[in-house]
């Protein structure tokens, strides 16, 4: 079955500057779209959007423009952004007229929680509505609140929550997470990602340890606002892509085949244009 990666970070040292990569060794290292193709291309993932990696601002554009360079089975780049600054319309302007240039994000789990609940902020957002611009969400269990007032703030902006609102999986934390994954499904302006959450569980996880978070998160948001994401190389924490892949099948083997198919490829087709 034919998957689309909408979450591949890729790394290259030698080219732009990751300063959060040093406080990260089992991640500092390079990760270029070959190293990741060698991987997922045996295990059917034919296409793939690259995510941002927080690089330096001076980057920021230019890891845009590099990823984008690659091609296909590169089909769009999720672009770095800062909704808070002043200059943020020029920005986006510049963005969207890239071809390729899919959404947005601003990592929000690493930045004070009042950051993003300016009325700028919100404002520079809905500015992504004329650009058909979707804004993807990065958030800790605990900020999920956030996540409600920017999309009940920006009721027209396309939200697309990254790693499942990341919980805390490792420390089998269900709640108050849950609460705040039923409030965001409650917006019908955003959508989730099942990406990333093999990173918040324990090194010696099983499939059933990641059932209860996957199980609440398609419970609330349906079959239709759901994609899949790689999160390679941060998948690797404690696990390898293939396992990630295997444990993706596994998690949706009670689903129709029409349903697998909306996760893994359909809804990535609609949700971001391609």
Known sequence: MTIIDTHLHLVYPERFSYPWLED?????????LEDYLAEASPLGIEAMLHMEVDVAPRDRERETDFALSHGAPVIGALAACRPEEEGFAIEAERLAAKPGVKGLRRI??????????????AENLRRLV???????????????????????ACPNVSFVLDHCGVPDIAGEALDPW??????LAERANVCVKLSGIVAYAKPDWTVEDLRPFADH???????DRIVWGSDAPVCTLTASLTRWVEAT???????SMDEKAAVLSGNARRIYRL
């Open 178 to 183: 849950r609460e705040g994954i039923s409030a």
């Open 217 to 223: 998160v398609i419970a609330e948001f349906g079959f």
């Open 108 to 121: 929000l789990h690493q930045s004070p929680d009042a950051l993003s609940q300016t009325p700028r902020f």
């Open 249 to 255: 099948h596994a998690l949706l083997d009670d689903c």
């Open 130 to 152: 004329p650009l058909g611009l979707s804004f993807d969400l990065c958030l800790l269990a605990r900020q999920l609140h956030l996540g409600v007032d920017l999309a009940d």
């Open 24 to 32: 990260a060794p089992k991640l500092n290292r390079p990760y270029r």
